[in-house]
């Protein structure tokens, strides 16, 4: 049976954070740049450090303009989550611009993450764009009413890696803000992950909690992104701070 990847935004900043999270076991990290105040010098340093650490970067995009896709693949993001679809054609230009042909046109230049052409996966062009399409995903968000209502089409686009599902803007749209046992949230969830399971593409979700983290799994999303660094800091110390008190 194949494991449930797991990973955790990151939203904090700060080497030593990304550092500390390569000694976790999290298997991927999602450097938010979409909510997070992180710039792409920022985001840079933090695909460096995570790598160094084993961990797989990938970056959630806060703007889909061509520029900033190629701008977060150059420095390195082994994949692009992307919130708030609503159309299929959004995510045709998004495929464009992050994939090299045949799948998209995306600008070629050697960069850091290649060498600048110097490692031996990246010496022969043909080879290095084959290899950044297969390294570097294109996973559209499905957390818009729009983008569920056209998640089979969006789905079976060439280039689309995976689906994203944002439950907790999807259930604002839906209409039952944060109600994550809803019958009309797991239905657009079951509808989602057979998009994905008809066309052989991965299934994400977040999870603020680890029952929902569980929940998502047994229901067999391939991947849970759990909650965000900041959060589970802070529950971390709240934990502590109420054991320590307890004993007075």
């Not at 390569?22 to 840079?44: F, K, M, N, P, Q």
């Not at 050697?110 to 570097?136: K, V």
Request: charged content about 25%.
């Amino acid at each position: 049976m194949k494991k449930t990847s797991f990973g955790t935004f990151f939203e904090l900043g700060g080497r030593g954070a990304m550092e500390a999270l390569t000694r976790t076991g999290l298997d991927y990290v999602i450097i938010d740049t979409e909510h997070g105040c992180l710039s792409v010098e920022t985001t840079a340093d933090m695909i460096l450090a995570a790598e160094n650490g084993g961990l797989l970067p990938y970056v959630r995009i806060g703007d889909t303009r061509r520029p900033y896709v190629l701008r977060m693949l150059d420095v390195g993001a082994r994949g692009l989550i992307v919130p708030n679809i609503r159309s299929v054609e959004e995510v045709r230009q998004l495929v464009d611009a992050a994939k090299f042909p045949p799948l998209g046109n995306r600008g070629y230049c050697p960069t850091r993450t290649s060498g600048w052409g110097a490692d031996e996966w990246a010496r022969d062009a043909f080879s290095y764009m084959a290899a950044c399409n297969e390294r570097c995903k294109v996973i559209p968000q499905c957390e818009t009413r729009e983008a569920l209502e056209q998640i089979e089409e969006i789905a079976a686009l060439p280039g689309v890696d995976g689906i994203f599902v944002g439950p907790c803007d999807l259930s604002i749209a839906l209409g039952i803000p944060l109600q994550f046992d809803h019958p009309m949230l797991l239905e657009a969830c079951e509808r989602i992950l057979a998009a994905c399971r008809a066309n052989s593409i991965e299934a994400l979700i977040f999870a603020g909690n680890m029952k929902d983290a569980k929940k998502w799994a047994a229901k067999g999303f391939d991947s849970v992104a759990y909650s965000l660094d900041a959060g589970v800091l802070i529950n971390a110390y709240q934990a502590l701070i109420r054991d320590f008190r307890s004993a007075d």
